[in-house]
Every structure is written in structure tokens, then in C-alpha cells.
């Protein structure tokens, strides 16, 4: 089974940390989302890849290379600018020859794939727009659908007051490969306002099944911390890597813990990092790995990526720190958003 996964989007609401990453790659529980999402596809049969990118690419290609290290196989589609959701898609079409999945890679969720392809072959028509119910649908794609799951209305992001469901897209698709007759090549093409309707207007079925289970867009830093404190509480059950050292406290290997330390729970800590003597760590901290953590520093409902020094007696809180940040000792950070760092991550 083949999957293309869409990558190449600006993630304007996540910089400056986007600057010089695709949004994809951004850390949850410290590994690339990206990551997460092929190893998640992989264990259920999915063994080819094509990741359409534009911005940022390198950094995608350079850490997964062909996928040989996920025993998967991986293809780039990069596009010369953004070509939009069904431009990326349309330009993959020569690597996409028989039945495939597509994903909004930004999007954080654990489908399991054999029901929705159940619910797809039943159905018997081009293409099935995976689903999930939210409170306010105003800021994705909103459906409208008969008895029987056929999608009559697809509205990209409507007025609160003209959204015909709570029903959203929840960036997850299956498609026959005759889709692709419906999307013009080489010119920016958005799924969302002119796929989907011109789909839905030629009735050559297009059917929407709700996924339940934990679904969340990462593309705003609340969302994206928010996404970590439900990884923490495992109400979004992925994997965290580390042992369990007190209830909820989980550490990675080679991790150095200073004197008088406090865990307040929940705390994950990535690999060889250091921290320094009665810093205060949680509730809801992430540290990635290779960090050096100060003496006496506060740091709460806060993530850091890999390789950051936060230096003596700083108080984090609610924020978010890029790659190699380094902090003045004694600094104070309450929602902010830091990325100093300008190279790419390394797998
Ligand atoms: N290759 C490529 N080229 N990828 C793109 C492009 C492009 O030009 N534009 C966007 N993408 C990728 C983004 O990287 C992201 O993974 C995905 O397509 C969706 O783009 P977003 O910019 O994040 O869209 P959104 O979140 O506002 O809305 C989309 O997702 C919602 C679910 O979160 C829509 O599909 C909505 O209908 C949907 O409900
Ligand atoms: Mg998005």
C-alpha cells in the first residue's frame, strides 16, 4: 500500500520554530512527527511513501534518506512552489498508479487503516474523506452527508454560522488513481476549494467516515504543546521513549540528575541530558535530548528540542524552545516561542 503525505506547507502559525523546518518534522515527545506517522503506517501494511515537499525539503530528505533505516521505501515529490494539496498530489501521479492514502502530515493522529479501507471498498466510489467531529468546525473543511456517508457539501472553512455540520476533514484520504483526471497539472491546486466540490459535483463518490480516537492539528503552538501534555497524560497514547522513574516521570538513557532535583509529574526526558542541581521540572515539561539543564532552573508546561543549554536558575513556562537554543542564566520565559538555530535536525 502506498501513501503520499503532504509536507510541503509554509506552517506560517508555527514560526518562527517552522523557519527552517517543515512543520512535519517538528518534535512530538521528542522524534519528528513525520516519524511517528510513517512508523504508525508502516506497522499496518504501508510500505511505499511519497512525501510531496517544498519547503524545507532537505531537512526531510536528509533525515529519512530512501527509508531503508524504517524498512519502508520513501520518494520525494518536490514541487518547484507550493502546488497547493491536489497540486501536490497531481504532481506525484507517476508514483501513484493503484489505490493510495493521503495525509495531511501535520495532522497528529493513530488512524487504524482497516476499517476506513473496508468502508472504501464498500462504498465503491473514488474517494473517501476521512472524518472527525470538533466543537468549532470554522477553521477546517466542513461536510454535509446523506444516510449512507456520501459527502453532498464540502465547505473549506466556513463562518461558525455557515458551517453545515461539525463533521470536519480530518486530512486523511483514499483515493482510486482516476482522481488524478480531475486535477489540471502545473498550477496551484487546492483540494479543499476545488477538488473536493468539482469531485462531489461530478458524483463520482465521494464518501466521508468519522474516525474516533485522538485527532488534533499541531499548527498552532497551542495546539502543539497541547498535543504533548495529551502525549503525557496518554490520552494520546503514542510511544514515549524512557523509563518510568516515578509515576509519570519518564527519562531516557544516560541521563545525568543533579542533587535535589524535583519531578513534578508529568516530565519526559529525552537521552543524554543533564540537569543541574534543584532545578524544578514540570508539570508538562518535555526536554529533548542532549540537553544541558542549569542549576535551579524552573521550567513548566514548556518543551525543548534536542540540544538546548537552559542556563542556571531560568524560569521557563509555557514555551516552546528550536534546536541548540541557549538561554542567559536567570533569564525568565513565559509564552514564548525561541528558535535560534538555523541547521537542519540530523536522524
Ligand atoms: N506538498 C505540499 N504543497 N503540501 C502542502 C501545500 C503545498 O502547496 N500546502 C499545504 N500543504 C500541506 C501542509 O504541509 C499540511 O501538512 C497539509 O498540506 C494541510 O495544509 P495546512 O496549511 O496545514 O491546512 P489547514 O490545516 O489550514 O487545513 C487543512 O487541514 C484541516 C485539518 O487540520 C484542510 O485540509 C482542512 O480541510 C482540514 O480540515
Ligand atoms: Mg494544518
Not at 540537553?291 to 514548556?302: F, P
Amino acid at each position: 500500500m502506498k501513501a503520499l503525505l503532504l509536507a510541503g506547507g509554509l506552517g506560517t502559525r508555527l514560526r518562527p520554530l517552522t523557519e527552517n523546518i517543515p512543520k512535519p518534522m517538528a518534535p512530538i515527545a521528542n522524534r519528528p512527527w513525520l516519524e511517528h506517522l510513517i512508523v504508525h503506517l508502516r506497522d499496518q501494511g504501508v510500505n511505499e511513501f511519497v512525501i510531496a515537499a517544498h519547503h524545507c525539503s532537505d531537512v526531510i530528505r536528509r533525515y529519512f534518506e530512501n527509508g531503508k533505516r524504517w524498512n519502508v521505501k520513501i520518494t520525494y515529490a518536490l514541487e518547484p512552489y507550493p502546488l497547493g494539496t491536489a497540486g501536490a498530489i497531481k504532481n506525484a501521479e507517476r508514483w501513484l498508479n493503484e489505490r493510495f492514502l493521503v495525509f495531511n502530515a501535520d495532522i497528529v493522529h493513530l488512524p487504524e487503516l482497516i476499517p476506513l479501507l473496508d468502508f472504501h471498498r464498500q462504498h465503491g466510489g473514488l474517494a473517501t474523506i476521512v472524518l472527525t467531529e470538533v466543537d468549532d468546525p470554522s477553521s477546517y473543511g466542513v461536510v454535509e452527508q446523506d444516510d449512507c456517508g456520501r459527502i453532498l457539501r464540502f465547505v473549506e472553512k466556513p463562518r461558525c454560522e455557515e458551517a453545515p455540520s461539525n463533521r470536519i476533514n480530518a486530512g486523511m484520504y483514499i483515493f482510486e488513481p482516476d482522481v488524478m483526471r480531475y486535477i489540471p497539472a502545473e498550477r496551484e491546486v487546492s483540494i479543499e476549494r476545488e477538488t473536493f466540490p468539482l469531485l462531489i459535483e461530478k458524483n463520482v463518490g465521494v464518501y466521508g467516515i468519522v474516525s474516533n480516537g485522538y485527532w488534533r492539528d499541531m499548527g498552532t503552538p497551542a495546539r502543539y504543546r497541547q498535543v504533548h501534555w495529551d502525549a503525557l497524560s496518554r490520552e494520546f497514547p503514542i510511544p514515549l521513549k524512557g523509563r518510568e522513574i516515578q509515576s509519570g516521570v519518564f527519562v531516557g538513557e544516560n541521563v545525568e540528575i543533579g542533587a535535589g532535583v524535583l519531578f513534578v509529574p508529568p516530565v519526559l526526558i529525552g537521552d543524554h541530558v543533564k540537569i543541574g542541581p534543584q532545578a524544578v521540572i514540570g508539570p508538562n515539561a518535555v526536554i529533548g535530548d542532549r540537553c544541558q539543564i542549569g542549576a535551579r532552573v524552573h521550567c513548566a508546561q514548556t518543551i525543548v528540542w534536542d540540544r538546548s543549554v537552559i542556563r542556571d536558575r531560568s524560569r521557563l513556562q509555557n514555551s516552546i524552545f528550536g534546536y541548540r537554543t541557549v538561554t542567559p542564566a536567570g533569564e525568565v520565559f513565559e509564552d514564548s516561542i525561541i528558535n535560534q538555530f538555523k541547521e537542519a535536525v540530523q536522524a
